[in-house]
């Protein structure tokens, strides 16, 4: 069996070579640090850089930047955005956030593919919202700083990502 990493940077390095124009990234990716950085996000991006595609991952923000400006530009700098979506994901309202821009990018048409990653969740309870994402948004909910409109769009937002063909941890060792 295949790992998911594996697989995952090849499919990658194989769309890439697909997509135009080329962009000064070939993956950004998109992750809930607490829940896979020290385990599954290193390992991917290892074999993203094994296949030698170059990566952006957070810690490639140079300290002084404004950190959101940067990932924005790194998101638009991208041909592929890969979200590993993880058990508290949609805890994170900066994850959220980063999710809108990297499907505005994809919806504009212009090559950028997004690829899910689901790792160790049931893609369904990302694209329905239940279990630890029904209770992420119900603390987002309790809010009083977050919107209904935005808490509707980060809604339809992991929705519609969810929806996209992607891989699951869960079939893959």
Not at 32 to 43: C, L, M, V
Not at 58 to 81: E, F, H, M
Not at 84 to 102: P, V
């Amino acid at each position: 069996m295949a790992s998911t990493s594996d697989a995952a940077a090849t499919a990658i390095n194989q769309s890439i070579h697909f997509a135009l124009p080329l962009k000064k990234y070939d993956v950004f990716i998109s992750f809930r640090g607490e829940d896979t950085r020290d385990n599954f996000t290193s390992h991917l991006h290892a074999a993203l850089l094994q296949h030698q595609l170059e990566t952006f991952i957070d810690y490639r923000l140079q300290k002084g930047d404004d950190v959101w400006p940067s990932l924005v530009q790194a998101i638009q700098d991208s041909t592929v955005s890969l979200v590993i979506f993880s058990q508290n994901y949609a805890s994170s309202t900066w994850c959220l956030n980063e999710l809108i821009e990297i499907m505005e990018q994809h919806n504009k048409k212009k090559g950028h593919v997004v690829v899910p990653v689901f790792f160790k969740i049931d893609p369904s309870h990302v694209r329905k919202q239940t279990h630890s994402y029904q209770t992420a948004f119900t603390k987002h909910e309790q809010d009083i700083k977050i919107s209904c409109n935005m808490i509707h769009k980060w809604k339809e937002t992991l929705f519609q990502a969810a929806n996209l063909s992607g891989f699951d941890s869960r079939v893959y060792r």
